[in-house]
């Protein structure tokens, strides 16, 4: 099982980025995904979450109006688009795979993880 992320990268605030998870190794279809971050010095927050087939998203609320998560389950992507960003969003952002989008919301652990991106947010 892998989940790879990528496009990370150092921005300026009020800038873009579109980070993308990319797995394989297990049924994709069959789980929701999500997206997590960390900050230094911080514990690790959920960030957004999109279940397996019928589209349902839900975020934090520190990122509504900002980001967008969707996937391609033909290509086995979750995406996170983020718009405006700040220097507050600067953090190791991962993916994970759960079986029930519902776990997710309840903060159960995910079963499968990535190794992560970094995104950096300049004032």
């Known amino acids: 099982v892998h989940l790879v992320e990528s496009g990370g990268d150092l921005v300026q605030a009020g800038g873009s980025l579109r980070l993308s998870c990319t797995a394989s190794?297990?049924?994709?279809?069959?789980?929701?995904i999500g997206w997590f971050r960390q900050a230094p010095g911080k514990e690790r927050e959920g960030v957004s979450c999109?279940?397996?087939?019928?589209?349902?998203?839900v975020y934090t609320d520190s990122v509504k109006g900002r980001f967008t998560i969707s996937r391609d389950n033909a290509k086995s992507r979750v995406y996170l688009q983020m718009h405006s960003l700040k220097p507050e969003d600067t953090a190791v952002y991962y993916c994970?795979?759960?079986?029930?989008?519902?776990?997710?919301?309840?903060?159960?652990?995910?079963?499968?993880w990535g190794k992560g991106t970094v995104v950096m947010v300049s004032s």
């Open positions: 999109i279940d397996s087939r019928h589209g349902n998203t």
């Open positions: 190794g297990f049924t994709f279809d069959d789980y929701a």
């Open positions: 994970a795979a759960v079986k029930s989008y519902f776990d997710y919301i309840i903060g159960k652990e995910m079963h499968y």
